[in-house]
């Protein structure tokens, strides 16, 4: 499985920016797909993920209720819709894939990544 994410750029804060991540493979269905994001001289945290049907999508405290994951599996495709940013979402955010049926917010527990596309919020 290939991820390639997409999206991120320079952000004014407050701003509302999509980020996408096309995976190759046809068992796309059937993965756990998750949002990662590591800003500088931290370590990768956790943001959000989906189950196989987007009917368990778990979130970060620090974004919940601002980002919301999609999947849309005609198009191999996960989302992450980022509303209200802050200069502390500044980082650069991983899209990754996981062969299990349980949701899981470890990045240990994913079998895939994607390269990481950056996102920079301006104050």
């Known amino acids: 499985v290939q991820l390639q994410a997409s999206g991120g750029g320079l952000v004014q804060a407050g701003g509302s920016p999509r980020l996408s991540c096309v995976a190759s493979g046809r068992a796309f269905r059937s993965y756990v797909m998750g949002w990662f994001r590591q800003a500088p001289g931290k370590e990768r945290e956790f943001v959000a993920a989906?189950?196989?049907?987007?009917?368990?999508?778990p979130y970060a405290n620090s974004v919940k209720g601002r980002f919301t994951i999609s999947r849309d599996s005609d198009r191999n495709t996960v989302y992450l819709q980022m509303n209200s940013l802050k200069p502390e979402d500044t980082a650069v955010y991983y899209c990754?894939?996981?062969?299990?049926?349980?949701?899981?917010?470890?990045?240990?527990?994913?079998?895939?990544w994607g390269r990481g596309t950056q996102v920079t919020v301006s104050s």
């Open positions: 990754a894939a996981a062969q299990r049926i349980v949701v899981k917010t470890i990045g240990d527990d994913y079998d895939y």
């Open positions: 989906s189950n196989w049907s987007g009917g368990s999508t």
